[in-house]
């Protein structure tokens, strides 16, 4: 007897089984929690005393559970020469400015690429994405010497201006764009009377929300986790992750000051995608158009 098929709109659905749904659902739990453990072991590991950190072998979970870790990293910040709070808000300022930037000139950049026909402008991708292949550590003698010549070392303009141009930034905004906004609805809006500009940030960027949510993210945990810099001397300008890691780099008696950092710095970007985890679902779900 053939399997009776649910209809919907008397349209046939082709649907899988309860066991089906139960297995796929079991599947994604299990691998989900297997995702989740890393962040699970470093809040352990942040609880931990001392005896616990160095057990050999080493346990999962924590026995003794305790925040004498954090109290010794709030007391090891309260000795440095420079106010904590300084080195706080040059992490904040540099990665809001930095991400900012990033999502404004990658947009405006991307939306000429993918949408207005230039002489000239394959080529300018075609360098862009072959930028792609090239790590900051091969360039970083020459942007020294660009920071040097515009005198941005040791500002916060040597920080922010790389930040606002990531090839990365582009490419992902570009290819989202050329995909996802329709050529109809710019048509469209231009027929309208709707200036260039209008039509970019009124049309085109609701239109690419999960690309610029994405960019947001990956931006915003570039900057915030960035260390020491080259660009930086000042002992006033350096960032938080810098400051924390020369704070618990007193030997093994830190250890736990620095398990309890290593939290503290992971806490900030996991709150930024929490925060945009349902809009990027959401606007991924519902962005494809038809002409």
């Not at 690429?113 to 360039?139: D, Q």
């Not at 710019?186 to 049309?203: C, H, M, P, Q, Y």
């Not at 960019?215 to 300008?237: D, R, V």
Request: one cysteine or more; aromatic letters at 14%.
């Amino acid at each position: 007897m053939a399997k009776k098929l649910r209809t919907r709109k008397h349209k046939v659905v082709l649907n899988r089984s309860a066991g089906g749904d139960a297995g796929i659902a079991f599947m994604l739990i299990i691998l989900g929690a297997f995702m989740f453990l890393p962040m699970v072991y470093v809040v352990m590991q942040s609880l931990k005393p001392l005896d616990e950190l160095f057990m050999f072998p080493p346990r999962f979970y924590v026995m003794n559970p305790t925040f004498q870790n954090f109290k010794d990293l709030f007391t090891l910040m309260n000795t440095s020469m420079v106010p904590f709070s300084r080195y706080i808000f040059n992490t904040v300022f540099t990665s809001v400015a930095g991400t900012t930037g990033n999502l404004f000139f990658s947009s405006l950049a991307a939306y000429a690429l993918a949408k207005i026909k230039f002489p000239g402008g394959k080529f300018m991708f075609t360098t862009v994405r072959t930028s792609l292949m090239f790590h900051s550590t091969v360039t970083g003698i020459t942007s020294f010497i660009i920071m040097s010549t515009f005198r941005m070392v040791d500002t916060y303009w040597a920080i922010i201006i790389p930040a606002f141009c990531t090839s990365l930034g582009l490419y992902l905004m570009k290819q989202f764009m050329e995909t996802n906004v329709s050529d109809a609805v710019l048509e469209s809006a231009r027929l309208d009377g709707a200036s260039e500009i209008k039509t970019f940030w009124v049309i085109a960027m609701p239109m690419v929300k999960p690309a610029w949510l994405t960019l947001i993210i990956y931006s915003f945990q570039g900057l915030w986790n960035a260390g020491a810099s080259i660009y930086i001397h000042s002992e006033q300008l350096k960032s938080f992750n810098y400051a924390i890691n020369q704070i618990v780099a007193g030997g093994i008696r830190r250890s736990g000051a620095s398990a309890a950092s290593t939290v503290i710095m992971m806490l900030v970007p996991i709150l930024v995608f929490v925060i945009t985890q349902s809009n990027i679902i959401e606007t991924m779900g519902s962005s494809g158009m038809k002409d």
